[in-house]
């Protein structure tokens, strides 16, 4: 079993649709939380980040963690063409970036 | 402000060939990481770089793999006698690592290398 698990999609959506993006993991130990947004051709940037469990919201984004369940999601509202990318999760026991593990990413298209 | 930039955007390159990729980190940030990213793969964590300290190579799949930092700045990674399997995109990150906040890498656009 990989240490984080993501459905690696394609996922189409039209626009304006609510996106539900999600991984497991099976270290109970994680605390950090990530969600990272890749263009094609691009690296990676960080959309959001949570630590422990709970949720976070900005914007049209909202960051779920169940720590109980080893579930993390992200949920995009009002989908638009320009969410189209591929959207990485990423936790780690820490704050030390050398210690974060990544998901292979949802491919994600919002068609107009 | 610049991010971070890494050279070449592309390589290609024959099996047993030596190569050289480059990373331009964010002025002032001295923590410093390189990751592998293979098709349906995570982010492969390589090696990582803070300051002076001795870097943390953990990451390094073969001894065919090394990287240097010269300066606390400018890092480039080197992939001695290349094999098909290390096609890859490489991508490097820097963070300046603030105490008590939340350690934030950003990324370079990556270098796409072809192992032919």
């Known amino acids: 079993q990989k240490e984080v698990e993501q459905d690696p999609g394609p996922l189409s959506v039209p626009e304006g649709a609510i996106v539900s993006l999600n991984c497991t993991y099976s270290n109970s130990a994680f605390q950090y939380f990530m969600w990272y947004r890749q263009y094609s051709r691009k690296g990676p940037e960080l959309l959001m980040y949570t630590y422990s469990s709970g949720n976070k919201e900005d914007g049209r984004f909202t960051a779920q963690v169940d720590k109980s369940s080893k579930y993390i999601s992200l949920f995009i509202r009002d989908s638009q063409p320009s969410d189209s990318a591929t959207y990485l999760c990423?936790?780690?026991?820490?704050?030390?970036?050398?210690?974060?593990?990544f998901g292979p990413g949802t491919r994600l298209s919002v068609l107009p | 402000g610049a991010g971070v930039s890494q050279s070449p955007s592309n390589k290609v390159t024959e099996k047993g060939k030596d190569v050289e990729l480059r990373c331009d980190p964010i002025?002032?940030?001295?923590?410093l990481y390189w990751y592998r990213q293979s098709l349906g793969q995570g982010l492969e964590f390589l090696i990582y770089?803070?300051?002076?300290?001795?870097?943390?190579k953990s990451g390094l799949p073969s001894d065919r793999f090394s990287a240097e930092r010269t300066g606390g700045s400018v890092s480039t990674l080197t992939i001695q006698r290349t094999q098909q399997e290390d096609s890859a995109v490489y991508l490097c990150?820097?963070?300046?690592?603030?105490?008590?906040?939340?350690?934030?890498?950003?990324f370079g656009p990556g270098t796409r290398l072809t192992v032919l």
């Open positions: 990150a820097s963070s300046h690592l603030p105490s008590g906040s939340y350690n934030e890498q950003f």
């Open positions: 002025s002032g940030h001295t923590a």
């Open positions: 770089f803070q300051g002076n300290s001795a870097p943390d």
């Open positions: 990423a936790m780690s026991l820490d704050n030390y970036g050398q210690n974060f593990v």
